[in-house]
C-alpha cells in the first residue's frame, strides 16, 4: 500500500509542475507583448520635457485651453473673466532682502537677549552664593538687593524675548499671506 501512495502522489507531483510549466510565460514574450499593447495605446496627454520651458525653466508651454472669451460663468452663461492687471508693481521695499534683514534682525535681537539672560542667571547664582555665606547684615542687606535688582532684569528680558517671539511669527504670517516663498523667511 505505501508503494501505491508514494506512485500516486510522484504523478501528482510531476502533473502539477508540468501544468504550471504550460502556463509560465518567459520574461522575453512578456516584453514582446507590452511592446504590442503600446503601439496600440493611443497617447494620453502631452509630457513635458525641459525643451518645453523657457529658458529660465520657468515659463510653461502655451496652454491647450479654450479661449478665455468661451469660460461658461455661473448658471452656463459664457462670460469673459476681467483682465489681469499686467503692471503689477512689487512694493520696493517688499524685497526678498527686505523679508531676510527683517527676520535676521528680529532673530539677533533674541539670540543677544538670550544671552543677556544667561549672563543675568548667572549673576543670580553668585549672588545667592554669595548671601548665603556673609554673616554681616549690611553685607546681605546689599547683596539682596542687587539680587533683586537682576531677577526683576530676568524677568524684564524674558517679556522682551517673549514679546520678540511673537513679532517673528507676526512676520512669518504676514509674509505667508503676502505669498512670500518660504526659502526667503529662512
Same mark, same amino acid.
Given at each position: *500500500? #505505501?508503494v !501505491?501512495v508514494?506512485?500516486l %502522489? $510522484?504523478a501528482l $507531483? +510531476?502533473l502539477?509542475?508540468?501544468? %504550471?510549466?504550460? +502556463?509560465?510565460?518567459s520574461?522575453g514574450?512578456v516584453a514582446?507583448?507590452?511592446?504590442q !499593447?503600446r503601439k496600440t495605446?493611443?497617447v $494620453?496627454?502631452?509630457?513635458y520635457?525641459?525643451?518645453?520651458l523657457?529658458?529660465g525653466?520657468?515659463?510653461p508651454?502655451p496652454s491647450?485651453?479654450?479661449?478665455? #472669451?468661451? @469660460?461658461?460663468?455661473?448658471g452656463?452663461a459664457e #462670460?469673459?473673466?476681467?483682465? &489681469?492687471?499686467?503692471?503689477e508693481?512689487?512694493?520696493p521695499k517688499?524685497?526678498?532682502e527686505?523679508?531676510?534683514?527683517?527676520?535676521?534682525?528680529?532673530?539677533?535681537e @533674541?539670540q543677544r537677549?538670550?544671552?543677556f539672560?544667561?549672563?543675568?542667571q %548667572?549673576?543670580?547664582?553668585a549672588l #545667592?552664593?554669595? +548671601?548665603?555665606?556673609r =554673616?554681616d547684615p549690611?553685607?546681605r542687606a546689599?547683596i539682596? %538687593?542687587?539680587?533683586?535688582k537682576?531677577l526683576?532684569e *530676568?524677568e524684564?528680558?524674558r517679556?522682551?524675548i517673549?514679546?520678540?517671539?511673537?513679532q @517673528? &511669527? =507676526?512676520?512669518?504670517?504676514? $509674509?505667508?499671506?503676502?505669498?512670500v516663498?518660504p526659502?526667503?523667511l529662512r
Amino acid at each position: *500500500m #505505501s508503494v !501505491r501512495v508514494r506512485l500516486l %502522489s $510522484a504523478a501528482l $507531483a +510531476f502533473l502539477l509542475c508540468s501544468a %504550471s510549466g504550460a +502556463f509560465a510565460q518567459s520574461l522575453g514574450d512578456v516584453a514582446k507583448k507590452e511592446q504590442q !499593447r503600446r503601439k496600440t495605446t493611443k497617447v $494620453a496627454g502631452k509630457v513635458y520635457t525641459n525643451k518645453d520651458l523657457g529658458p529660465g525653466g520657468t515659463k510653461p508651454a502655451p496652454s491647450q485651453l479654450p479661449p478665455a #472669451s468661451t @469660460i461658461a460663468g455661473p448658471g452656463g452663461a459664457e #462670460s469673459t473673466p476681467p483682465p &489681469a492687471d499686467k503692471t503689477e508693481e512689487q512694493d520696493p521695499k517688499k524685497t526678498e532682502e527686505y523679508w531676510r534683514e527683517k527676520l535676521e534682525t528680529a532673530r539677533a535681537e @533674541i539670540q543677544r537677549n538670550e544671552l543677556f539672560l544667561e549672563a543675568l542667571q %548667572s549673576r543670580v547664582n553668585a549672588l #545667592s552664593t554669595d +548671601f548665603v555665606n556673609r =554673616d554681616d547684615p549690611a553685607q546681605r542687606a546689599v547683596i539682596a %538687593s542687587d539680587r533683586q535688582k537682576a531677577l526683576a532684569e *530676568m524677568e524684564r528680558v524674558r517679556e522682551s524675548i517673549d514679546t520678540l517671539k511673537k513679532q @517673528i &511669527a =507676526d512676520l512669518e504670517e504676514e $509674509a505667508r499671506q503676502a505669498g512670500v516663498p518660504p526659502g526667503w523667511l529662512r
